[in-house]
């Protein structure tokens, strides 16, 4: 592996010693003696033998992390307000609401005076919901699964309020909220450090991949030479 060639040319190799020790402290950490941490290796398809080899391969990459990459590893206050609006708008994607709605159906050859007496029904059905007329329980629904139409109509009701008549191809329809679920957004400097942790991580893996590829090619060019 390149890595290990290049932690042995910075002096950093990793010794069987400390890889044993990383081992000892992840049993210790899972409250398992070596009997029952080999029987879970094994379930999920692991050797002894690999499961150590990776760990020599995390403590060498941590190694060249720190001997390296920390110069290269910066995250700005711009880099953190940009993470947390990035987070805000996965948030909202999660939120649910829940409709009730009244169909009226109108048919494309239907005739004039009777799609008239439907569209006065379905004004008079937005009424009646209004004043808090049951309606059909559509469940919980996220954000992107109704049409265009639906969407904008649906999401900027808050509970209770009752929709303008809704057109679509299916006919009229009026839409009442009963319910909204919304994830909690935490503000900005209360989890500014579980972010700037996350960039960091990010961060940290970004500047592996660049130095790797470019051991990899002086590795590649040496040999050649």
Known sequence: LVTGNEIKKMGLAVRDEEVRQAVDDTMRRNKMDEKTFRQTLKSHGLTWHRFETQIRRDLEKMRIMQAKLEPRIKVSDLD???YYTRYVNTLAKDA???LCQVLIAIDPKMAPAERAR?????EEVEA???AGEACGDVGWLSKGVLGEAFEHAAW??????VSKVVR???GLFVLKMKEREAPEVKPLEEIRDV????????????QFGIWLQEARKKSFVEIRE
């Open 156 to 161: 900027r009701l808050k509970v209770g309020e």
């Open 195 to 206: 972010l700037k942790g996350r960039l960091l991580l990010e961060e940290q893996e970004k």
């Open 168 to 170: 679509s191809a299916k």
């Open 80 to 82: 953190i307000r940009n």
């Open 96 to 98: 649910r609401i829940r």
């Open 118 to 122: 439907r569209v006065k029904l379905a």
């Open 128 to 130: 009646k919901a209004q």
